[in-house]
């Protein structure tokens, strides 16, 4: 019998949760589906059949991998500041919940800090040998591949480095159990043999591929220059940017539309780099941000001795965009005055420095932006009514991020390896609940708003580790109301989340999860310190206690 033993699972039991008011079911920040074996049985024989068993294996260990990963970041969140090995035997009591198969560690050897792994595990009731022995009788080797890619997948992320699991003995060749063995990638001797099952490069791989590469190119035959830094599929999307392609290969003056934060001065530049221009410069200005009476001179320039403080003469943006695109954003703030004069510059094609008799020929292709309604400013007589005709010619309504939630998950992404390799971070991804979350976001800040979460994010999540609902938002998310998890005699209870509501009783509710009393101080310390962004004294406010005590605890704890 093995020295080591299990913890209490009603940690993990409450991370399982069935929510009653959408329907899903919820591991962690994970979304589970409750699958027969049978079907999975199918699923498995289909693909022995029409890849051939070398391709099966390879992409059910691959399959159990992802799982694996997945669940290791549980073990962090439940039990990270605990003891080690209570943490990684998250994973074996994950697998039995799951109902993959029973587990007993025989021995289990694991230093974090060295990277030294090493573990051996029976494994009874394997629903895999169980399914392919029903399907194709005993075999001479092992069959439990997606188990062994979950407990390979699950150590790997577990111990940061690649751990690979071997089935050394298996029920499938008539045995009475599976035995399991992992090592560091490079202590096995025949690990040349093993890794091929854990990699992509394979024929199905190979093939998704050339698919993959099929439609690039078919997309961009379909749209030549399609901008890298505009992404969207949505019909909203689609619909402006089809609109700004059509208006790239002509000199007609552009006014965006939408509100702040949309990404108008992205859609510019891609105007900009589709027209034939795309060589000479694109300049950009922000009328809000330049105070009323430095406006004409940073537009048009300003002679020397114009007025006081003009020591020399300098060109304005009309001038350095000469050739190219002049952007100008938040045209809406523009000062009348300066309205007359831009007015001016579109009709001729001149402009005139601020003291300078002369007038300079400019060819610039005007591209504006505003989020206010420039027809009510017309209106209310801060905006000319000429100018107002002259630009809105040609407007593109740019839609706002909540009109075209489908687009959210591809930004993401973007966003996600953009600011991971601007903050040198890897990470796994996004959990299934921070992506909903994030499209159930109304997004009044729109495409800006996204990025400051996704950075705030990548620079939260642990490293190696995935992008939780809680790294996004601040504060609390919208409630988990009522669901039902599964009890320590493996019934489905109704529970409320929301601890603390009038209607629960506090120590009846901790008592009825059978979680023990130095489990909840533990975790009641660590949720401060989390909430508190890993400050401490405010962390202890949080708790009621001093800065000392608390100190105090977290040591006694770890
Ligand atoms: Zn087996």
């Known amino acids: 019998m093995s020295s080591i033993r299990y913890p209490e699972d009603s940690d993990l039991r409450r991370m399982l949760r069935f929510s009653g008011e959408d329907s899903l079911i919820w591991l962690g920040e994970h979304r589970m589906v409750l699958l027969h074996a049978g079907a999975l049985s199918e699923l498995r024989k289909e693909l022995i059949g029409s890849l051939g068993i070398e391709q099966a294996r390879r992409i059910l260990t691959r399959m159990g991998f992802a799982s694996g990963m997945r669940d290791a970041e549980l073990a962090r969140k439940v039990r990270g500041a605990g003891d080690l090995v209570d943490a990684f035997v998250v994973g074996p009591q994950l697998h039995m919940l799951e109902g993959s198969v029973q587990v007993e560690p025989v021995r289990l050897e694991v230093d974090r800090q060295s990277g ?3 573990g051996e595990f029976i494994w009874r009731h394997s629903w895999e040998a169980e399914v392919h022995v029903k399907e194709f009788g005993e075999e ?11 407990a390979s997948g699950y150590t790997t992320a577990f111990m940061g480095r690649f751990i690979l699991f071997k089935e050394v003995e298996c029920a499938a060749t008539g045995l009475p159990n599976c035995r399991i063995v992992g090592r560091p990638v490079d202590e096995w001797p025949d690990a040349n043999e093993l890794t091929p099952y854990f990699e992509a490069d394979s024929i199905v791989g190979r093939l998704l591929d050339l698919r993959e590469e099929m439609e690039a190119m078919r997309r961009s035959i379909a749209c030549r220059n399609k901008a890298p830094n505009l992404i969207g599929s949505s019909t909203a999307f689609l619909h402006a940017y089809d609109l700004a392609v059509k208006a790239a290969t002509t000199n007609v003056t552009v006014l965006l539309l939408g509100e702040t934060g949309v990404g108008k001065e992205r859609f510019a530049r891609t105007l900009h780099e589709l027209s034939p221009r795309h060589e000479a410069p694109f300049v950009a200005v922000n009328c809000a941000a330049l105070p009323d009476e430095l406006i004409e001179s940073e537009l048009f320039g300003v002679e020397r001795g114009a007025f006081t403080g003009a020591h020399a003469s300098r060109p304005g943006k009309f001038e350095r965009a000469d050739g190219g695109t002049l952007f100008l954003d938040e045209l809406g703030e523009l000062p009348l005055a300066a309205q ?3 007015l001016r510059v579109l009709q001729e094609g001149e402009i005139e420095r601020l003291g300078d008799e002369r007038t300079r020929k400019v060819n610039v292709r005007l591209v504006a932006a505003t989020n206010v309604d420039l027809h009510t400013a017309v209106a209310e ?11 809105n010619v040609y407007p593109i309504t740019i839609p706002a991020l909540r009109e075209r939630a489908s687009d959210i998950p591809p930004l993401v992404e973007a966003m996600v390896t953009r600011f991971c390799s601007l903050h040198d971070k890897r990470l796994a991804g996004l959990t299934d609940k921070a992506m909903r979350a994030l499209k159930a976001h109304p997004w009044p ?23 939780e609902a809680e790294h ?20 489905l209870e109704q529970r409320s989340a929301a601890l603390g509501t009038t209607s629960l009783d506090l120590p009846d ?5 059978g979680m023990p009393l130095d489990a909840l101080e533990n975790e009641l310390l660590q949720r401060a310190v989390k909430r508190a962004n890993g400050n401490l004294s405010a962390a202890a406010r949080l708790l009621g206690i001093t800065r000392p005590q608390l100190n105090y605890r977290l040591k006694k704890n770890t």
């Open 509 to 513: 509710a901790v008592l009825d999860s």
């Open 381 to 391: 007589g801060r905006f000319r009514r000429d100018l107002y005709y002259r630009l």
């Open 140 to 150: 001479d080797h092992p069959v439990c591949w997606m188990q062994i890619g979950y």
């Open 340 to 342: 007359a004069k831009l």
């Open 116 to 118: 030294q792994f090493y």
């Open 472 to 491: 996004l938002f601040v504060g609390p998310l919208p409630a988990e109301a009522i669901h039902s998890s599964i009890s320590s005699d493996g019934r």
């Open 445 to 467: 800040g729109n495409v800006r708003e996204l990025e400051n979460v996704i950075e705030r994010g990548v620079i939260l999540a642990p490293h190696n580790g995935w992008i």
